[in-house]
């Protein structure tokens, strides 16, 4: 049972390079969320999707753009990087908005 | 929108002594309270949640919660803790609308 997975696990961008963060979850969730992790600003939220074929923005939607693919899938893009991007992104699923969120294990994005 | 005050950045206690992380969120109406504790390097773990019923809830690892409407807020609790509880801990809020929203995070730090 892989839960919600993931990738990159590490990636090193050039400001002004595009990337797209993956994030597939197996457990027919309905909720997917982004968030980025931030030394003493906690985890907030970018993106996230309270189904399929809706996205709705969060606290720091500006300079990201997401997909929700389909039911598994939640991609987020960042198109044109920014040394202020730099952060540990979170992916998360949730059956329903009063249950836990399950959260991947992160991808370590550095922007130089 | 709802929003999550964690007013303590930092928290020491002694192993063996008890344990209040304050919480203290703001929503017009009842909401949907978590705590997560993230170890080191590793992601997050939900450790109870309430959402409607007892306002005192039990959740893993003898941490406990109890939600109070009248001071807004939903303090996580312990008698007596470990060298291993040391960890941040995040509390969150849900508004109904699949928006969750985490506080900033309290580390905790236990001494010998």
Known sequence: NAGVTQTPKFQVLKTGQSMTLQCAQDMN??????????PG?????????????TTDKGE???GYNVSRLNKREFSLRLESAAPSQTSVYFCASSDRDNS???FGNGTRLTVT | AQSVTQPDIHITVSEGASLEL??????GATPYLFWYVQSPGQGLQLLLKYFSGDTLVQG??????????????????????HWSDAAEYF????????????????????LP
């Open chain 2, 91 to 110: 509390c969150a809020v849900g508004a109904g609308d699949d928006k969750i929203i985490f506080g900033k995070g309290t580390r905790l730090h236990i």
């Open chain 1, 100 to 102: 836990p969120l399950h």
């Open chain 1, 29 to 38: 969730h309905n909720s997917m969320y982004w968030y980025r992790q931030d």
């Open chain 2, 22 to 27: 304050r919480c203290n969120y703001s929503y």
């Open chain 1, 41 to 53: 600003m906690g985890l907030r939220l970018i993106y996230y999707s309270a189904s399929e074929g």
């Open chain 2, 60 to 81: 893993i690892k003898g941490f406990e919660a109890e939600f109070k409407r009248s001071q807004s807020s939903f303090n996580l609790r312990k008698p007596s803790v």
């Open chain 1, 60 to 62: 720091v939607p500006n």
